[in-house]
């Protein structure tokens, strides 16, 4: 199941505020500005700032 067009419409980084976007793999979504990725789990976005990743 990928993430739903409207959730990630609302969804923003939280770190930044700013837009987010989903990775061409489908695997998590990115926040440019921050250069963090967010990963998702079991189809769940995980929006922690600890759990992210750096691009």
């Known amino acids: 199941m990928a993430i739903d067009k409207e959730l990630l419409d609302i969804l923003a980084c939280p770190k930044c505020k700013g837009n987010i ?9 990115i926040c440019d500005a921050c250069k ?8 769940i976005p995980v929006m922690l700032i600890e759990e ?4």
């Open 36 to 43: 963090l990725k967010y990963p998702i789990k079991d189809d």
């Open 52 to 55: 992210a990743g750096k691009i």
């Open 21 to 29: 976007r989903l990775t061409e793999s489908g695997d998590g979504l």
